[in-house]
């Protein structure tokens, strides 16, 4: 079998047995075709005749030894040096041929997975863009008129998701309404690599459901208990730019002039958390992380905030 054949069947792996979402299938497929042009010394661009796509289709063929060590090196010397590509960059190619490596030790094609040695760069530390809790208070937000559109109504429910219960947007995207035990306030959350995880929810939440619901039905989605909560007019879910662009109006409309995305909400959600005492681990769970490593940013952020308000008020610093 020639790489590409045992690359096919590493991504129907990871979307039959690990679950992975189509986004992240597809990044690591770039990934490892980025890898496998690199090694084959193909360019990107699209052949224009039959006979250049025959040379290309010959000159891109490249054997499972090709995937070695070696190889893993230098793709990954010729990403930094000559695309001079930002170490997160580096680290999410070099991550899905990582996967990828252990994909075939597991099925016993390799003995060694070739990219395992291979160091990731140091990423530079970077603290997360985040919102204050006075710029998130109830009293910052306009009353919504007294016959509200389904979209400002759509924009206060996926708040509460987020800020609220701290759901990344494509776990909002696919969340249904059994998924939702309102009775013990709890949601039911299937996150990255169709992990589940249970996360608490707030009052305010359950008042914007029962709002949102009735807007539904009074829309014509007539919602059942196994379908999406952000059901779209023609009964499919909403997409993830349509969720995305509720929340950066929604953010701009109460005067929030840096970066206003879900994943800021997010960002949000865990400092305060961590500000007003909750314990790390609970976080993290909370969040859906698998490392502890990533939710400890936000440690980080409350200490650079600490030595931020030591420098301008202690009389020696």
Same mark, same amino acid.
């Given at each position: 079998?020639?790489? /590409? @054949?045992?690359?096919?069947?590493?991504?129907?792996?990871?979307?039959?047995?690990?679950?992975?979402?189509?986004?992240?299938?597809?990044?690591?497929?770039?990934?490892?075709?980025?890898?496998?042009?690199?090694?084959?010394?193909?360019?990107?661009?699209?052949?224009?005749?039959?006979?250049?796509?025959?040379?290309?289709?010959?000159?891109?063929?490249?054997?499972?030894?090709?995937?070695?060590?070696?190889?893993?090196?230098?793709?990954?010397?010729?990403?930094?040096?000559?695309?001079? +590509?930002?170490?997160?960059?580096?680290?999410?190619?070099?991550? $899905?041929?990582?996967?990828?490596?252990?994909?075939?030790?597991?099925?016993?094609?390799?003995?060694?997975?070739?990219?395992?040695?291979?160091?990731?760069?140091?990423?530079?530390?970077?603290?997360?863009?985040?919102?204050?809790?006075?710029?998130?208070?109830?009293?910052?937000?306009?009353?919504?008129?007294?016959?509200?559109?389904?979209?400002?109504?759509?924009?206060?429910?996926?708040?509460? +998701?987020?800020? !609220?219960?701290?759901?990344?947007?494509? @776990?909002?995207?696919?969340?249904?309404?059994?998924?939702?035990?309102?009775?013990?306030?709890?949601?039911?959350?299937?996150?990255?690599?169709?992990?589940?995880?249970?996360?608490?929810?707030?009052?305010?939440?359950?008042?914007?459901?029962?709002?949102?619901?009735?807007?539904?039905?009074?829309?014509?989605?007539?919602?059942?208990?196994?379908?999406?909560?952000?059901?779209?007019?023609?009964?499919?879910?909403?997409?993830?730019?349509?969720?995305?662009?509720?929340?950066? /109006?929604?953010?701009?409309?109460?005067?929030? @002039? !840096?970066?206003?995305?879900?994943?800021?909400?997010?960002?949000?959600?865990?400092?305060?958390?961590?500000?007003? !005492? $909750?314990?790390?681990?609970?976080?993290?769970?909370?969040? !859906?992380?698998?490392?502890?490593?990533?939710?400890?940013?936000?440690?980080?952020?409350?200490?650079?905030?600490?030595?931020?308000?030591?420098?301008?008020?202690?009389?020696?610093?």
């Amino acid at each position: 079998m020639l790489l /590409d @054949e045992y690359i096919q069947n590493f991504l129907i792996y990871l979307q039959t047995q690990r679950r992975y979402s189509e986004r992240t299938i597809d990044t690591y497929r770039k990934s490892l075709e980025k890898y496998r042009s690199n090694i084959t010394g193909n360019g990107t661009r699209s052949p224009n005749t039959p006979q250049e796509t025959a040379a290309k289709t010959t000159s891109c063929t490249a054997a499972l030894e090709d995937f070695s060590e070696m190889n893993v090196k230098k793709f990954v010397w010729d990403l930094k040096i000559k695309q001079k +590509l930002a170490p997160a960059s580096i680290c999410e190619h070099l991550a $899905a041929l990582k996967s990828f490596g252990k994909y075939l030790v597991r099925s016993k094609i390799l003995q060694k997975n070739p990219a395992e040695t291979v160091p990731m760069p140091k990423r530079p530390k970077r603290l997360v863009s985040f919102l204050g809790q006075k710029d998130l208070a109830e009293e910052k937000f306009p009353e919504l008129p007294e016959n509200p559109t389904l979209k400002q109504i759509r924009a206060r429910l996926l708040l509460e +998701l987020i800020y !609220g219960s701290g759901l990344r947007i494509s @776990e909002c995207q696919s969340l249904s309404w059994n998924q939702l035990q309102i009775k013990e306030r709890l949601v039911r959350v299937i996150g990255k690599g169709n992990k589940e995880r249970i996360v608490p929810i707030t009052d305010t939440l359950i008042s914007w459901l029962e709002q949102f619901r009735a807007a539904e039905i009074e829309a014509g989605h007539a919602p059942s208990i196994t379908s999406p909560v952000f059901l779209s007019e023609d009964g499919k879910p909403y997409d993830v730019r349509t969720l995305r662009s509720d929340i950066h /109006d929604l953010l701009r409309e109460i005067g929030w @002039e !840096g970066k206003a995305s879900p994943h800021v909400l997010r960002h949000s959600f865990a400092t305060h958390l961590l500000e007003n !005492g $909750a314990a790390i681990m609970s976080v993290k769970e909370m969040l !859906g992380h698998s490392n502890i490593s990533t939710t400890q940013i936000y440690t980080h952020v409350n200490a650079e905030r600490l030595r931020e308000a030591f420098k301008k008020t202690h009389p020696r610093a």
